[in-house]
């Protein structure tokens, strides 16, 4: 993301929140050198490592495979069968996504993923979990009241439908699959995907309506 | 461990706040400590379960006043000085004190890619029978050990079905801790959420968990 380039700009900000900032970059940078050193570690493979998950690795790979599963009938039944084969079709494979559940969402079961003890989220087709899929509040809060985790982000449900939480104790990896909003039929894939938010991925909202905000 | 890691069900920490158009990474240190720790897992010397384990182990006020980039960057640094990579010495001088160790493939930028699009492989190819199937009633173990575990606080003892059998993995509660892979089944398990939560949770929700066989009884 470009807000790399911008960082020094913001450094002002973070120091004068406190000195806890300065203290943890300079013991990170303390760290690299040491380890540079050493020999343990090659700097160009840091800055590899931190291109492909700033840039490669996101939120549009799995869009693309919620958009082919709801263009392609036959494709959504192997992405609810084997959901690691179906996505690695599209080319998303590798680490925290080596094994794949795809769960889906329908007028009748709502799909929300959270990882109560770490993180755990599925890199190859969300990319590295946003701050508050790591707070403290969801993680703590999306088991025993994930209606209001919903409601936080705007979804209220009816009573009759079923929240179904799934909580990543393991290393399968959940990808919701959310219902294909209303008023999309005749978009093709690329027009799909753009419906398809990190967020609604993750189960704590919908895919978007067409015409909507995005 | 019964550590504040384990927050499912938790009350008090406030509203979720999520953040518009977020960068992944909000200081160019959290990118450099999030490579850093992978690249050094890279090295073969502790697997992802240890990993988890050593921030499980912070001081809890240190975890619950750090952020999520600097619990990997002190987990990193026990990871380094428990695998004999790096001394506390040499960490706080920033300072190599002795040689690297020997025989450690370091990871090349050339070699990134294949890693990243591969992952590792957490399912183990032998041939156990399944001790339960879809459908089976069954009930979470009452343990609290010390070391690491994948069973929540907020599950055990508690009822549920099995509603996938994923087949046989590592078992994370074994590799954490140091006591080797213990291949063995890991399942999905529904729980009704007033099961886990009460009456006042709502008659139609469910919590599935991934729990491995040696969590589980038949009910």
Redesign the interface.
Same mark, same amino acid.
Request: net charge negative; proline share 5%; with cysteine.
């Given at each position: 993301?470009s807000?790399?380039d911008h @960082?020094h700009d913001?450094?002002g900000h973070?120091h004068a929140d406190g000195s806890r900032?300065s203290d943890?970059?300079l013991?990170? !940078?303390? &760290?690299?050198?040491? *380890?540079t050193? !050493? /020999? &343990? #570690? @090659?700097p160009?493979?840091?800055?590899? &490592? #931190?291109e %492909?998950? $700033?840039t490669r =690795? /996101?939120p549009r790979n799995g869009a693309r495979v919620v958009a082919r599963a709801w263009a392609d009938p036959a494709y959504k039944v192997r992405l609810l069968q084997d959901a690691t084969a179906a996505i690695a079709e599209l080319g998303y494979?590798? &680490?925290?996504? $080596?094994?794949m559940?795809a769960v889906e969402n329908t007028p009748q079961i709502h799909n929300l993923v959270?990882c %109560? *003890?770490? +993180?755990c989220y599925p890199w190859?087709v969300l990319?590295?979990p946003?701050?508050?899929y790591?707070?403290?509040?969801?993680? +703590?809060?999306?088991?025993?009241d994930?209606?209001g985790?919903l409601a936080?982000?705007g979804l209220t449900l009816g009573?009759?439908? $079923? #929240?179904?939480?799934? @909580?990543?104790?393991? $290393? =399968?990896r959940y990808l919701v699959l959310p219902e294909r909003p209303a008023g999309s039929a005749g978009l093709d894939e690329d027009a799909l995907a753009e419906l398809v938010s990190r967020?609604s991925m993750i189960g704590v909202t919908r895919a978007r309506n067409p015409g909507a905000r995005s | 461990m019964n550590g504040v890691h384990d927050m499912g069900g938790m009350h008090g920490f406030g509203p979720i706040g999520p953040e518009h158009d977020e960068p992944v990474f909000h200081h160019r240190w959290e990118g450099r400590v999030f490579a850093l720790r992978l690249a050094a897992s890279m090295l073969g010397q502790w697997n992802i379960d240890i990993g988890r384990h050593a921030v499980e182990r912070m001081d809890p006020a240190g975890y619950l006043a750090s952020t999520y980039y600097e619990r990997w960057l002190a987990s990193l640094e026990t990871l380094l000085i428990e695998a004999g990579l790096a001394t506390r010495d040499e960490i706080d001088s920033g300072v190599p004190a002795g040689p690297p160790p020997a025989g450690l493939r370091v990871p090349a930028p050339s070699d990134v890619d294949r890693i990243t699009a591969k992952g590792r492989n957490f399912r183990v190819d032998v041939d156990l029978a399944a001790r339960f199937q879809v459908g089976d009633t069954v009930v979470t173990r009452n343990d609290h050990p010390l070391g690491h575990t994948r069973l929540p606080r907020y599950a055990r003892a508690r009822h549920g079905v099995i509603d996938r059998v994923h087949g046989v993995f590592i078992f994370a509660d074994a590799s954490g801790s140091k006591r080797g892979d213990q291949p063995q089944h890991l399942y999905s398990v529904r729980f009704a959420a007033r099961e886990l939560f009460g009456p006042q949770a709502p008659a139609a929700d469910t919590v599935l968990i991934d729990l491995w066989n040696a969590h589980l009884e038949p009910a």
């Open positions: 993301m807000d790399h @960082d913001h450094d973070d900032f943890v970059e013991r990170v !940078k303390a &760290l690299e050198t040491l *380890l050193r !050493k /020999g &343990l #570690v @090659d160009a493979t840091i800055d590899r &490592l #931190v %492909t998950y $700033e =690795i /996101g494979t590798g &680490l925290q996504g $080596e094994h559940v959270v %109560t *003890l770490c +993180s190859p990319g590295l946003p701050v508050w790591k707070s403290y509040a969801y993680r +703590s809060k999306a088991v025993i994930p209606r985790v936080e982000f009573p009759d439908v $079923e #929240v179904r939480v799934w @909580d990543s104790t393991a $290393e =399968i967020d | -």
